[in-house]
C-alpha cells in the first residue's frame, strides 16, 4: 500500500519535470521547422510569389508532416501502452488507479514505475510533432489560400490579356476593312474617272469630224 501511495508524489515530480521540459521546447519549434525547411529546400531560397514555389512549399510541408505523423505513430504506442490510453488526457486520480490495479497483478513495483515513467514521457515527447504538425497544418493552410489568389490573378492576367488581343486582332480587322473599301472606292472614282475622259475624247473627236464634214 505504501508503494501505491508513493505513486502520485512521483508521477507529480516526473510530469512537473516533463511539462517544463515541453514548454522551454515549445518556443523553438518554430525555428526547428524554418531549419528543416531550409534544409530541405537545398540551399535555395523560399519563393512564394509563383505558383511553381508555392506548390513547392506546399510539397515540402507534406513530407515534414508526414515525418511527423510518423514521429506521432511510434511514440504513440509507447505513450499509450501503460494506461491503455493518453495519460496526459487522464487526471492524477485516474492514474493512480490503474496504477493500482497493475501494481494488484504485479509483484514487481520499480518495472510498474518504470512503465509509467515511460509511458508519461512519450506522451510529452509526443506533444512535440502534435505540436509541429499543427503548426505545419496551420502554414500549409496559408499557402493554398495563397495558391488560390495567386492562381486567381494569373488567370485574370490571362482573361485580360486575351480580351486586349482579341480588342488589337477587331481593331486590325476593322483597320484593314477600311482599307480595303477605300482603295476599292480611289479604284472605282479611278474608274469613273477614265471613263468620262474617254467619253469625252470620244465626244471631241465626234465633234471634229462633223466639223469636217
Known amino acids: 500500500m505504501g508503494e501505491m ?24 519549434i518554430d525555428s526547428s521547422l524554418s531549419q528543416e525547411l531550409g534544409a530541405a529546400r537545398g540551399g535555395r531560397p523560399e519563393n512564394i510569389s509563383t505558383v511553381e514555389g508555392i506548390q513547392r512549399e506546399l510539397d515540402l510541408r507534406h513530407q515534414l508532416s508526414e515525418r511527423r505523423r510518423s514521429e506521432i505513430q511510434q511514440l504513440s504506442s509507447a505513450a499509450d501502452q501503460f494506461y ?8 492524477l486520480h485516474q492514474q493512480v488507479n490503474k496504477a493500482i490495479l497493475r501494481m494488484g497483478r504485479s509483484r514487481n513495483q520499480e518495472e510498474i514505475y518504470r512503465l509509467a515513467q515511460a509511458s508519461h514521457e512519450a506522451a510529452y515527447k509526443r506533444r512535440f510533432p502534435v505540436e509541429a504538425l ?12 495563397r495558391l488560390a489568389n495567386v492562381q486567381r490573378a494569373q488567370a485574370e ?3 485580360r490579356a486575351a ?7 477587331a481593331a486590325a480587322r476593322a483597320a ?28 471631241r473627236a465626234q465633234a471634229e469630224a462633223a466639223a469636217r464634214a
Open 5 to 28: 501511495m508513493q505513486f502520485g508524489p512521483f508521477i507529480m515530480r516526473a510530469v512537473t519535470e516533463w511539462d517544463a521540459q515541453f514548454k522551454n521546447g515549445l518556443s523553438l
Open 84 to 91: 491503455g490510453g493518453d495519460p496526459l488526457a487522464l487526471t
Open 134 to 145: 499543427g503548426r505545419l497544418n496551420q502554414q500549409t493552410a496559408a499557402l493554398r489560400a
Open 157 to 159: 492576367a490571362a482573361a
Open 163 to 169: 480580351a486586349q488581343r482579341a480588342q488589337a486582332e
Open 176 to 203: 484593314a476593312q477600311r482599307a480595303q473599301a477605300e482603295a476599292a472606292a480611289r479604284a472605282a472614282a479611278q474608274r469613273a474617272q477614265a471613263e468620262a475622259a474617254a467619253r469625252a475624247e470620244a465626244e
